[in-house]
């Protein structure tokens, strides 16, 4: 593997995203965006796991990404970062959203908050 492949991966989801997006209808419903813009996440999901082993994420984290997906990318559920691994992915998958103008708040990476007390 080499030291830029993050890189290449980024600007290679840049440029494969952003023809499409630029080419999409004005006149397209919420939904059709989002189904287009889930079948461009899991490319993005592909190539993200081509540099980072996705045996070491971890298997709960995998399965809150799957559910996420299987969902159509609507994030009704969390899918919470824990190891240093899912952080990875999961900040590789956030800039590729944000360099195809999918918005940071398209993938499903956050936390439930803790209740103290």
């Known amino acids: 593997m080499s030291d830029c492949k993050p890189a290449r991966i980024l600007v290679l989801g840049a440029i494969i995203l952003g023809g499409?997006?630029?080419?999409s209808d004005a006149l397209e419903t919420r939904d059709a965006r989002r189904a287009r813009n889930c079948d461009y996440y899991r490319e993005m999901v592909r190539y993200a796991l081509e540099s980072i082993d996705g045996k070491s994420l971890t298997p709960g984290f995998v399965e809150e990404h799957d559910a996420f997906i299987d969902g159509g990318c609507?994030?009704?559920s969390p899918a919470c970062p824990i190891s240093p691994v899912d952080f990875a992915?999961?900040?590789m998958l956030l800039m590729m959203t944000v360099s195809?103008?999918?918005?940071?708040?398209?993938?499903?990476?956050?936390?439930?908050?803790k209740k103290h007390g």
């Open 20 to 23: 499409a997006i630029s080419a």
């Open 74 to 76: 609507l994030a009704t």
């Open 89 to 91: 992915f999961a900040d």
């Open 100 to 113: 195809a103008n999918m918005g940071s708040t398209f993938t499903p990476f956050w936390c439930p908050v």
